[in-house]
Every structure is written in structure tokens, then in C-alpha cells.
């Protein structure tokens, strides 16, 4: 069948973009403002122990320590719902309006708990506030995933797609990478009594101040949408979805869901060293960095494999070896409680996962024709993130307190990841794929 003049149109438009100038650009203003919206979510994580005894007091350390993980899960709540409006805003008004979006909340969730006042201060007016920045976190994290990566795929070379959309998955390294480097730095000059009472809240500080320097950038950036698909209402957007993509959202976030598991358990590492393996808090740190650094070369290691060899493979065989290899990785660090088998642990499920993630990440994208390509991608992560990556660290927590077996994570990685491997293999290839087809 003869393809419409419409999707000539607008193929031989995108061709121009890919091939124009300032792809380099674009990437950096991507990768900055991506690192920044999961920094904060990280930094979070890493002082989630620290958080818990300011905001949220209880009797037992453990009860503390859910109560903080469990805030850090609510965060994830709004993530359908921004993957939902800010990815079907994408789709109406364009990828530049919706990232520059995303990153302002971000900047303004990290202003709120930089400056909350502590338990003892203002009672429980802080924990609800802290409940509030999280949910905003939640919303702008959810919405930024389909624009900035829809973008990157539709201003790469057609041979490089997957490459330029790895930069995606490496821009969260980049993230996990400075936030383990800043709460690395915090532990070494500060006394363990500044860290807990203001120290801890530098690193919210250093996110704000970035922001301005993303939004700047965003702003020079070009539009890819496609013009004649602007102005549609949010429910059309997700009409169209729904109606023709009811299974490629559904696989996507089947596998979408073994790497948030995998990711959030891996940052979760900060808090297993700290309370389950009574590692000192300077290892645990460099147990994100590790993360970080591994993830942000690995991912784009990932994409490149990918439009050498395809999709399908570099994604499906990584998650498979780390199907095999999480029970013994973990059975290894309780066995042995060092420092340095904590961080070769984490590295070698964090390449496993990053070389996947670098593909998948562009692979989801190149499944979905442009016109609901932000949103397909936004509601398929934002959901399959907020059911498992958003409750792993809650549930591992909880597991081990209540069975006292360290051994928890590792089953939880096994079976969502097991999952994940089906799904991917249910998946089409998009090597070849053209972007409006």
C-alpha cells in the first residue's frame, strides 16, 4: 500500500532534523536535564536513613527506616499520572515545552526539601511536606522520560538511534555518579552530627542550583514534533494509544519493570550496606558511584551493540545473564561483608542491566509511531516504575526484617527480571523500523 503524502511529509521532515545541526547540543541539553530530574530522586535514596531520623520518628530504627523508604515509594504514585499529562503534552505541544516542564518541578521539589524544617521543629506539618516534594519529584520524573527520549531518538541518524537514545539510560549513571560522589564528599568532611542535621540537605541545594542552567539549554533547543500532529486534546492522545498499542504498552512495561527493580535495588544498596551488612557509611556511598559510573559507559556501550547487531539481542542476553547471576552476587556479599565485594557486586549487575537499559530505552520508542510516541513511552515506564521499581525498596526492607534473611533482594531480582526477559521476547525488532511507520 502507498504510504500517504502526510507520513512522506513528515518522514522526509524528521530525515532533516536528524541530519541538521547541533545533534551534539541536544544530546547535552537531554543528558543534563535527565541527570538532574534522577539525581534528585537518588539523593533521596542514599540519605533515605538520615531522612528517616529527621522527618519521621519511631520506636524501633526499623520502623523509621520504612517510614522513609515508604515516602520514597510515594513518590512514584504521580508518575502515571505525569507520564500520562506531560507525555500526551509532548504529543500536543511539542518535546521542548514538556522538558523544560519536568525539570522546573524537579527544581522546585529539590527547593522544598533542601529547606523543610525537621520533625523536632514543626512537628508533623514535616513529614507532610516531605510527602509533597515527593510527589511532585514523582510527577515531573514521570513526565520526562517520554519527551527526552522521543526526542533523542527523532534527532538521531537513522544508523545511530539506538546509540543517541542510550544516552538516556547513561544520563541516569550520570545522575547516580555525582549523587554518590556528593554523598561520598558529605561523609568525608563533615562530622557525623552536621551530616545529620544540615549536612545532608547540600546536595538538594546543588540540584537547584543546576536547574536554571538545563532550562537555559532546553529552551535553545529545536522541535521535533511533528507540527500537524500538534493542538490534539489529551484524551485523543491516549484514544490513539489505547486503541492500536494496547499490547506494545503492555510488553513495554512488562519489561520495563525488570530494570526498575533491578536499578532501585541496586541505589538500595546504600541502606542494605548501612543497616543489613553494617558497612560504613563512606562504602555505601561509593556503592553508588559505582553504580553510576558503570551505568553511564555501559548504556552507551548498550545502544552502540544495538544498531550493529539489532535490538533484540543486545537487550534479551544481558537480562538473562542477570537472571543466572543475582543469586550467587548476593550470596556472595553476605557470605563475604567487604567493601569491595559490595561494589564488585554492584557492578556486575548494574553492566548487565545498563547494557540492556541503553537499548530497551530506544527499542520502546521505535515501537510506537510518532503521534503517540512520548506517551506510549511515558505511561509504559511511569507505571511499570511506580508497581515495582517504586515498592522494591519498601518490600526488601520489610522481607528482611521480618525473615531476617539478606537474601531477599535476590529473589525479587530473579523473578521480575525473569518476567522481563519473556517479555522482551515477545517484542518486534525496530532496528530497521522508520520512525513513522
Not at 541536544?26 to 522527618?55: C, H, K, M, P, W
Request: a positive charge; charged letters at 10%; hydrophobic letters at 50%.
Amino acid at each position: 500500500m502507498e504510504r500517504s503524502s502526510a507520513a512522506v511529509s513528515a518522514r522526509e521532515q524528521n530525515e532533516t532534523q536528524a541530519n541538521a545541526p547541533g545533534r551534539t547540543a541536544s544530546i547535552g541539553a537531554i543528558t543534563l536535564g535527565n541527570a538532574l530530574e534522577f539525581y534528585d530522586f537518588t539523593i533521596y535514596s542514599i540519605f533515605a536513613a538520615v531522612i528517616a531520623r529527621q522527618f519521621f520518628p519511631a520506636e524501633t530504627p526499623l520502623g523509621s527506616l520504612l517510614l522513609s523508604v515508604a515516602v520514597f515509594g510515594v513518590g512514584f504514585l504521580t508518575r502515571p499520572l505525569g507520564g500520562i499529562l506531560i507525555g500526551a503534552y509532548a504529543d500536543r505541544k511539542g518535546r521542548k515545552a514538556a522538558m523544560t516542564l519536568t525539570i522546573s518541578l524537579m527544581a522546585l521539589s529539590s527547593a522544598m526539601l533542601a529547606v523543610i524544617p525537621p520533625y523536632a521543629a514543626i512537628g508533623i506539618a514535616a513529614p507532610c511536606l516531605v510527602v509533597l516534594a515527593r510527589l511532585i519529584q514523582g510527577f515531573s520524573a514521570g513526565g520526562e522520560m517520554g519527551p527526552a527520549t522521543t526526542y533523542l531518538l527523532e534527532r538521531a541518524p537513522a544508523n545511530q538511534r539506538g546509540f543517541y537514545t542510550s544516552w538516556q539510560s547513561a544520563s541516569q549513571g550520570l545522575a547516580f555518579l555525582i549523587a554518590g560522589l556528593m554523598g561520598f564528599i558529605m561523609t568525608q568532611i563533615l562530622p557525623k552530627e552536621s551530616l545529620e542535621s544540615w549536612g545532608w540537605r547540600l546536595p538538594f541545594l546543588l540540584g537547584v542550583l543546576i536547574a536554571p542552567v538545563g532550562i537555559y539549554i532546553r529552551n535553545r533547543l529545536p522541535e521535533t514534533l511533528n507540527r500537524e500532529q500538534a493542538h490534539r486534546s489529551t484524551k485523543a492522545v491516549l484514544a490513539d494509544l489505547f486503541a492500536g498499542h494496547g499490547r506494545t504498552v503492555t510488553l513495554a512495561g512488562l519489561a520495563i519493570a525488570g530494570g526498575a527493580v533491578t536499578m532501585y535495588i541496586s541505589s538500595y544498596m546504600t541502606t542494605y550496606a548501612l543497616t543489613t551488612l553494617k558497612l560504613p557509611m563512606g562504602v555505601s556511598m561509593l556503592a553508588t558511584f559505582v553504580t553510576g559510573a558503570t551505568m553511564a559507559v555501559m548504556s552507551l556501550v548498550g545502544g552502540w551493540l544495538s544498531d550493529r547487531f539489532g535490538r533484540k539481542v543486545v537487550m534479551i542476553v544481558p537480562r538473562m545473564l542477570l537472571v543466572l547471576a543475582a543469586y550467587p552476587a548476593f550470596l556472595l556479599i553476605t557470605q563475604h561483608q567487604t567493601g569491595t565485594m559490595l561494589l564488585l557486586m554492584v557492578a556486575l549487575l548494574v553492566t548487565l542491566h545498563s547494557i540492556n537499559a541503553g537499548v530497551m530505552l530506544g527499542m520502546i520508542p521505535e515501537s510506537f509511531p510518532s503521534h503517540v510516541r512520548s506517551i506510549g513511552l511515558s505511561f509504559s515506564y511511569a507505571v511499570a516504575v511506580t508497581l515495582f521499581g517504586g515498592t522494591a525498596q519498601f518490600v526488601v526492607t520489610w522481607l528482611i526484617g521480618v525473615t531476617g534473611n539478606p537474601m531477599t533482594p535476590a529473589w525479587y531480582l530473579v523473578i521480575a527480571n525473569a518476567v522481563a526477559v519473556v517479555a522482551m521476547m515477545m517484542m518486534r525488532e525496530t532496528r530497521h523500523v522508520a520512525l513513522n511507520d
